[in-house]
């Protein structure tokens, strides 16, 4: 006999809920966050101890705020996929009742 798969469609509409939860805080996170550093203007300085910070830090931070960005989506997208999966599998499971006539 082999071995038998279940799923559960209410837990994957849970978990889709609790995932588009994060993806929310997190773009909201990353928003106040640029929002913050962008109100310090340049924080490097204009002389050569301030641009040689500059040139190490720049690409870091734009490197870092374009991964936190793709994770925000990332979890968004996985959101999206649970939810789609639990609701397919909520329909086949209603579509696979079989109903006796009266």
Do not use: C, W
């Not at 996985?78 to 209603?94: F, H, K, P, Q, T």
């Amino acid at each position: 006999m082999g071995d038998k798969f279940s799923v559960h469609p209410e837990s994957l509409l849970r978990a889709s809920t609790r995932f588009s939860t994060e993806a929310d805080q997190l773009s909201a996170g990353l928003t106040q966050l640029e929002r913050t550093l962008g109100s310090l203007g340049d924080v490097s300085g204009g002389d050569d101890q301030g641009r040689e910070f500059a040139r190490g830090y720049d690409p870091s931070a734009i490197t870092i705020e374009q991964a936190l960005q793709n994770l925000a989506k990332g979890l968004a997208d996985i959101a999206r996929g649970l939810e789609v999966m639990g609701i397919n599998y909520l329909g086949s499971d209603a579509a696979g009742q079989v109903r006796k006539s009266e």
